[in-house]
């Protein structure tokens, strides 16, 4: 079944992925991608190859997809995401916040994650928001793989609800880790810059 | 075997053969690091004809429907690879929309409802007028001529152009009824034979550049034997098509040229955008769009040329 909704998203998006540096693997990782599209989680998950794509879970809003039922059954059964509280209110910390993602990431789980927070016109990669950091700091070691979604913006851009089959590009590049005593400013636009770095990669 | 169809079909396979059996032999007897390389390359393109040569058969066999449906996801195809090469803006979201979901359909629907008259018309006429406005109403001006143009570029060529192919199979012409596909055939063989014999050539005997600037792998050895080569089988095939060996002969050269001008062409709009290949969904070739571009200046010409001629 998952194979092949991600066949169909294939199909449809025309996407392939390219490893830089690379190499598709499962295990403690987390995918950071540029962020235009509806579609930008499902084309990342669908192109990573079928045992890494198994142990990989994207990050998504809570309240999107507890909203009916049909979205609940596709995030807890098909996609396994892991569901975040946008709007956790002033009293919680970013501990609390991120325990789900850092749990799983302890499971074995690889995770998608748009660290830009939320959709842009795909001219330009925002800058990110502080999750990453403190997820890199709660899971010591882990490993950061930038990755960037190439015409998604185009297939199917913010505000849109028809698709225009366009061909799209994933790639990967190679894996970053936020070294010991990395501020969180330097870290958060050097990984940033990684994935804008990945645009013109061939 | 009495029908000419099956018995271009039986020719291409057993040339297939052929190919096959000689790229084994060079497999097992070419030595060298590029002898190689060239080898495998070559081995790779002809796995991908049997494919292509597999699909094309099974369409003209399984009927008109069955070949137009093929020729409208050949234009899809080769249109989705244009238009991901073309910069286009959010502004032009809806109007490609317009074209990939409403125009190709209708064009490819026109042939098969035998509506020459609507056919010819639709996309140089309808869309070309409706493409602006959708794009004017979205509001976005920035370079509105230019995206305009290459929007309705990529729909002339992809979709106007390469429907031409199928059409064939909708002309009238005297004493012939009921052999449209081989026609068809004879098309798509005289532009893939020209296409495939230039490569030849031009690997063995090429030393003059035609356009150096443009597509550097164009020699003027492998124009000229390549053309030759593929205007003689053409001739050859004459028996197939409603033309006498001369007819054929002129007919073959005619798609020989169109073929070369459409792949001189799209190679200029590859150098500009800076890429080699317009994708690479067929595996040692490149891009749907790398496989048509001779057929998508050929095909309008030849269409044309036989409908004056020798339609009723």
């Given at each position: 079944m998952k194979n092949f909704v991600a066949f169909l998203v294939r199909l449809i998006t025309g996407a392939q992925g390219h490893w830089f540096d690379c190499q598709p693997r499962a295990g403690q990782r987390v995918y950071i991608a540029n962020h235009s599209s509806h579609l930008d989680f499902l084309v990342l998950w669908a192109v990573l190859p079928n045992t890494v794509r198994e142990a990989t879970r994207p990050v998504a809003a809570k309240d999107y997809w507890e909203g009916n039922a049909l979205r609940r059954w596709l995030a807890s059964k098909v996609f396994r995401a892991v569901l975040v509280d946008r709007n956790p209110g002033t009293m919680v910390g970013a501990d609390t916040v991120l325990r789900p993602l850092a749990d799983a990431l302890r499971q074995g789980s690889s995770l998608i994650l748009f660290p830009e927070g939320t959709r842009g016109t795909g001219t330009e990669v925002a800058a990110f928001k502080s999750g990453l950091y403190y997820l890199c700091r709660m899971t010591p070691g882990v490993e950061v793989v930038p990755t960037y979604l190439a015409n998604l913006n185009r297939i199917l851009p913010k505000g849109e609800f028809v698709m225009v089959p366009l061909l799209s590009r994933v790639s990967f590049g190679p894996p970053l880790r936020l070294e010991d005593g990395e501020r969180k400013p330097l870290f958060l636009e050097r990984a940033r810059k990684a994935v804008r770095s990945l645009e013109d990669a061939r | 075997m009495n029908s000419p169809l099956l018995r271009l079909l039986a020719i291409i396979f057993g040339l297939l053969a052929l190919f096959t059996i000689i790229g084994f032999i060079l497999r097992l007897t070419v030595k060298g690091e590029g002898g190689r390389i060239v080898v495998a390359n070559m081995n790779a393109r002809i796995a991908a004809w049997w494919i292509m040569a597999g699909i094309m058969s099974g369409a003209l066999l399984g009927g008109f429907a069955v070949t137009i449906v093929l020729f409208a996801i050949i234009s899809l195809l080769a249109l989705r690879e244009f238009i991901t090469l073309t910069p286009t803006h959010r502004g032009d979201h809806r109007a490609l929309f317009w074209i990939f979901f409403v125009v190709t359909p209708i064009q490819y629907l026109l042939i098969w409802r035998d509506w020459y008259g609507m056919f010819a018309i639709l996309i140089p006429v309808y869309a070309f007028l409706f493409l602006p406005l959708r794009i004017a109403a979205a509001g976005d001006t920035t370079r509105f001529l230019e995206r305009t143009a290459k929007i309705q570029w990529g729909l002339m060529v992809c979709v106007y152009c390469v429907s031409y192919a199928p059409a064939l199979l909708i002309l009238h012409i005297r004493g012939y009824n009921g052999r449209e596909p081989a026609l068809l055939l004879f098309l798509l063989v005289v532009a893939q034979l020209s296409d495939v014999f230039q490569y030849v050539w031009g690997k063995v005997l090429g030393k003059h550049k035609v356009a150096p600037h443009v597509?550097?792998?164009?020699?003027v050895e492998g124009l000229v034997g390549g053309g030759l080569t593929a205007a003689a089988m053409g001739t050859s095939l004459y028996w197939a098509t409603p033309f006498s060996p001369w007819q054929a002969a002129l007919l073959s050269l005619l798609i020989v040229l169109m073929g070369f001008a459409g792949g001189l062409v799209m190679s200029a709009i590859k150098r500009d955008r800076g890429?080699?290949?317009?994708?690479?969904?067929?595996i040692g070739h490149g891009g749907v769009m790398d496989r048509i571009d001779s057929l998508c200046f050929a095909a309008p010409i030849f269409f044309h040329t036989v409908r004056w001629f020798w339609a009723q």
């Open positions: - | 597509s550097p792998n164009k020699t890429v080699k290949d317009y994708g690479s969904v067929i």
